[in-house]
């Protein structure tokens, strides 16, 4: 159905794969418009709780746009097209979890996407950078605000005016990603990790989601009172009394996401 992506269910997790592994995963503009549609039909149906992006093949998560679209665009040709697509903004601003699973080439807008999911987990040899500035560009799909939002100012501006590339291990200890497994281990340990999300109450996933998402846009004085009004609104939820009574009656809740 789709040309550039591959799309598996595991019971509540569905894993959306870029399939272009000839190119090492490159995104091109119609890998952007199928990423976006899937995750259109995975908003719609509750029993999908956790996303995950991984790349088909051995060699790649992304890495990066295709470079092949940026021949002969002018300026307002490229602003019109990111500004209709809106993909690292919609992946950011996902209803539900979003991971990224990387193993090989991380770079450019692969990265990118990665800085926009809520997780990253990596391969301990991932290649993981921002080579833009090798092209005589700079990131364009967020990489300039999120990552040092990530990771601070100084270590996000010597990877993005350096172009260097660094390695899963790297980039778990300057915090670019949260986990870096052994490659065999990858996915398992993504899987569990996923799991253990898709177990919770999915209406308190969600506004978890969004208190944390709110810190980078908010001060902490509005921040704070984002998150009491999210708090409260869970008081309403059949999900909370369950997890309260669950608790105090020493047994596992079950949550229905109501
Ligand atoms: N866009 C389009 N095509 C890409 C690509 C990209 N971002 N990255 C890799 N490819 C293609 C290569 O052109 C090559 O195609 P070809 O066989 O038709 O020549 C194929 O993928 C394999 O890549 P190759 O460069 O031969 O592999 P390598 O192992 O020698 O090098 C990289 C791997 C990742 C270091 C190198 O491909 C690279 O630097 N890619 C561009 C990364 C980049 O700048 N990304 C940011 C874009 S904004």
Not at 8 to 17: V, Y
Not at 62 to 78: C, I, L, T
Not at 138 to 163: D, F, M, N, W, Y
Request: hydrophobic fraction near 40%; charged fraction near 30%; proline fraction near 4%.
């Amino acid at each position: 159905m789709y040309e550039n992506i591959l799309v598996d269910r595991e019971g509540p997790l569905a894993f959306i794969s870029f399939n272009r592994p000839r190119v090492l995963n490159a995104m091109n503009q119609r890998t952007k418009e199928e990423v976006l549609a899937v995750l259109r039909e995975l908003e719609e149906d509750e029993d999908v709780r956790v996303v995950i992006f991984r790349g088909a093949g051995d060699k790649a998560f992304v890495a990066g746009a295709d470079v092949k679209e940026f021949v002969g665009v002018r300026p307002m040709e490229q602003r019109e097209a990111r500004r209709q697509l809106r993909f690292y903004e919609t992946v950011a601003s996902y209803s539900k979890p979003v991971i990224a699973m990387i193993k090989g080439y991380c770079l450019g807008g692969g990265c990118e996407l990665a800085l926009a999911c809520d997780l990253r987990l990596a391969s301990r040899d991932a290649r993981i950078g921002q080579p833009e500035i090798n092209l005589g560009i700079i990131p364009g799909g967020g990489g300039s605000q999120r990552l040092p939002r990530l990771i601070g100012e100084g270590k996000a501006l010597q990877l993005i005016l350096t172009g260097d590339i660094i390695t899963g291990e790297e980039a778990k200890a300057i915090g670019l990603v949260e986990e870096a497994y052994p490659e065999e281990e990858l996915e398992t340990k993504t899987k569990e990790l996923a799991m253990k999300i898709a177990e919770k109450s999915p209406v308190a996933v969600r506004l978890a989601l969004e208190a944390v998402r709110a810190a980078s846009r908010m001060d902490l004085q509005a921040g704070l009172e984002y998150e009491a009004v999210l708090f409260s609104l869970l008081f309403s939820t059949e999900d909370k009394e369950e997890g309260v009574q669950a608790f105090l009656e020493k047994r596992k809740p079950s949550f229905k996401g109501k």
